[in-house]
Every structure is written in C-alpha cells, then in structure tokens.
C-alpha cells in the first residue's frame, strides 16, 4: 500500500515519535508500506511519522533499488557517534520542491533494532550518513530546516505559507 506523504504544517512532523515494541507482522507489513511509498514518491529515505505514523520507524535506500543490500530498516535509533563536517545541499519528501546546503557530521553510527527486535550498529559517511541523520531527525520531531540559519529557515517557511494560501501546498 502506497501511503501518501505528509507535508510540512502537519503537527505529527514536529512531534517526537513513540517507540516501537511489537515487532510482528503488522510491522513487517507497515516497513514493506513504508519503502513502496518511498520509491514511489522518489526519497532515498522515508520516516513513518511521513506518513502520519508517530513510531520510531524509518526506511532508507540511498542507492534507491540499485543494490538490494542497501535497504535499511531503522527502529527506535538513536546516533551513538558522530565525526566530521560535511556540507550538501538536502531536501525532504515533505518539504517537496525546496533544497538547502546543510552542515552535518560526515560519518555517524547508528544503534537500531532492526524489524525481528534485533539491535545492530550501522556506520556511514557522507549521504548515508546523512540518511542515518536526516531519518533520526525526523522520529525526534526535527525537519532539515532546524539546522538553518534562522533567516534562511523564515524565508522558506514564508514562502511555504504563501504556497498554502494558494491551495498550492
Ligand atoms: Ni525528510
């Protein structure tokens, strides 16, 4: 089932998500949801929250289809190391037609239970490591746009409020 994806103004982006304990088949159901509603709106990387669901769940492909190995499964993570500066231009699913230079660590470690409850760790530099951030970010109710400058964060949201006065948004 392909989910449609929430867009920024809708509280349940801004909201720190809940933890996952049931890991059964209503799970493993949702996760395979997740990454077909990933694909089909083109992301490399898809929280659930996304979707309306406030659950510590996110889905990331950064080689988005190409190598099946790449398909990560994230819940309840949480960054246990980070390293490095790296600067690029990110967007999200639901801030869609807008991109900003963001500055993020350039490699991170990530503690996770994978969809059987299993914990791992995961390392990854440059846009993987970014995926690990940009997707924790958003299960503790954080957009990109927080780690703007406060001008460059007010311009947007003006121009997004004008897009949702014209019924564009
Ligand atoms: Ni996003």
């Known amino acids: 089932m392909i989910y449609p994806i929430v867009k920024f103004g809708d509280p349940v982006l801004e909201k720190p998500a809940e933890r996952v304990s049931a890991f059964d088949e209503e799970l493993k159901r949702l996760i395979d949801d997740m990454f077909e509603s990933m694909y089909s709106a ?3 990387g898809l929280a659930a929250p996304q979707i309306g ?3 510590r769940i996110a889905v990331i492909d950064i080689t988005f289809k190409e190598d099946p190995n790449a398909k990560l499964v994230l ?3 949480e960054i246990i190391r980070s390293e490095g500066k ?5 967007g999200c699913l639901s801030i869609p037609d807008f991109r900003e230079n963001v500055t ?3 490699k991170v470690t990530v503690r996770a239970q994978d969809m059987n409850g299993k914990t791992f760790e995961k390392t990854g530099e440059e846009l993987l490591a970014r995926a690990l951030l940009h997707e924790t970010d958003h299960l503790n109710g954080k957009l990109y746009i927080s780690h703007l400058s406060a001008l460059k ?3 947007m949201k003006r121009k997004i409020r004008k897009l949702m006065k014209a019924g564009e948004w």
């Open 86 to 90: 790296h600067t690029q231009s990110e």
């Open 75 to 77: 819940i309840n993570p």
């Open 153 to 155: 964060r007010d311009l």
């Open 104 to 106: 993020r660590p350039n």
């Open 53 to 55: 669901i406030g659950r």
């Open 42 to 44: 083109h992301g490399v």
